[in-house]
């Protein structure tokens, strides 16, 4: 799954920095473009080196990474210890000390992690919207900027909302602190591109901070102004010439302005829909949670009743066991006095039966002395 996201996440830059080339190329001649054709040029080439290093780290670290980064911070030392163990294991001792150096990232930091690793296209986002950001502040007037700085809070504000509900989801309540940094850490991002590389790359390990709308080194700046023309020959040429470039400096700015916004909008967008998607789970979450209550309910009351059945057929056992015994003691009283009624019965037989003897002795004694 990490690898899938990542590249992912490649495609998506790759995309981003297509459209940046495309819309240089469309206005690259602009003499007012120029710093910001530069600038991005820059960020391609910060992005790009990025790349390569990424790729010049071995496999093992990029997947130990991938992964230890999305996992909840306090399983983050346990983990990264395991994975540089079963690299030892193996020989990999380069691999090893790569995934032992690994920082733990604090709690916002892992926020943010997940924000871009759920989100591949999110990276993306944010590196297109902060450009725009950028060349908009060069150009655009003070209701310009007010109005793209209100979307960027919109779009931040969004996006921490998404951060508490990913939080959620992973079984972390995080606190206002912690809402904070993720807060000016992806108001970083969109302003600074050193820190939109750091946060794009999901191995962010700490809060970021940066003060202004712009880049460091815009503040004051203001882009070069065109070269004088060779002659002017009339004054009414130069005032068509000058009202020309202006009319065609404001088409630009609102251009540029029009992207921005355009850009915000989609990632705001981005954002709500992933935010409404992180709502609906909690909801069935939470209607999951109530069924399986009820069903825990359910079971004691079936529970209750057995046992109170269970008790009742106890409390009938112990009466019917009561009544076999005393029918048994009833029985055993009754073979008694059957034992001695026969023995009563045997030895009135013998008595009559000696009687019956000792009368016919007598009657034959009677006999024999009525005859001498």
């Known amino acids: 799954m990490p690898r899938r996201r990542q590249d992912a996440r490649t495609a998506a830059e790759a995309d981003a920095a297509k459209h940046r080339a495309d819309e240089h190329d469309a206005d690259g001649h602009d003499a007012t473009g120029h710093d910001a054709a530069e600038q991005d040029a820059a960020e391609q080439d910060a992005t790009e080196q990025d790349a390569a290093e990424q790729d010049g780290e071995p496999d093992a670290v990029a997947h130990a990474a991938a992964d230890l980064y999305v996992a909840p911070p306090e399983e983050f030392v346990r983990r990264r210890d395991a994975a540089a163990r079963l690299a030892r294991s193996t020989g990999d001792r380069e691999a090893a000390a790569g995934i032992a150096a690994l920082r733990r990232p604090t709690v916002s930091a892992w926020l943010v992690n997940l924000l871009m690793v759920d989100s591949p296209l999110l990276a993306g986002q944010v590196r297109d919207l902060g450009t725009g950001l950028r060349e908009a502040a060069a150009h655009l007037d003070g209701p310009g900027l007010r109005d793209l700085d209100r979307q960027r809070r919109q779009l931040v504000a969004a996006l921490v909302q998404r951060a508490r509900d990913v939080a959620r989801a992973e079984g972390h309540r995080i606190t206002d602190a912690v809402a904070l940094e993720v807060e000016t850490t ?16 999901g191995r962010l390990t700490g809060p970021r901070t940066h003060v202004g709308f712009g880049l460091p080194d815009e503040a004051g700046t203001s882009p070069p102004p065109s070269a004088p023309p060779a002659r002017v020959p009339t004054a009414s040429d130069g005032r068509r010439r000058r009202a020309a470039e202006q009319d065609a400096e404001r088409t630009r700015r609102r251009e540029r302005a029009e992207a ?11 954002a709500r829909e992933a935010a409404d998607v992180a709502v609906r789970q909690a909801d069935d979450a ?20 057995l046992e109170e059945r269970l008790a009742d057929l106890e409390r009938q056992l112990d009466a019917q066991r009561r009544t076999t015994q005393a029918a048994a003691a009833a029985a055993r009283s009754a073979a008694e006095a059957a034992a001695a009624t026969r023995t009563d019965r045997e030895r009135t037989a ?4 000696d009687a019956e003897r000792l009368l016919a002795e007598a009657e034959a004694e009677v006999q024999r002395e009525s005859r001498t």
């Open 350 to 353: 013998e008595e009559v039966e």
């Open 260 to 270: 921005a916004r355009e850009a915000a909008r989609t990632a705001l967008a981005t």
């Open 286 to 305: 939470r209607r999951a949670q109530d069924e399986a209550d009820r069903h825990a309910a359910d079971a004691r009351d079936a529970e209750a009743a």
């Open 186 to 201: 992806l108001s970083a991002a969109l302003t600074d591109p050193s820190v939109a590389a750091e946060v794009t790359s």
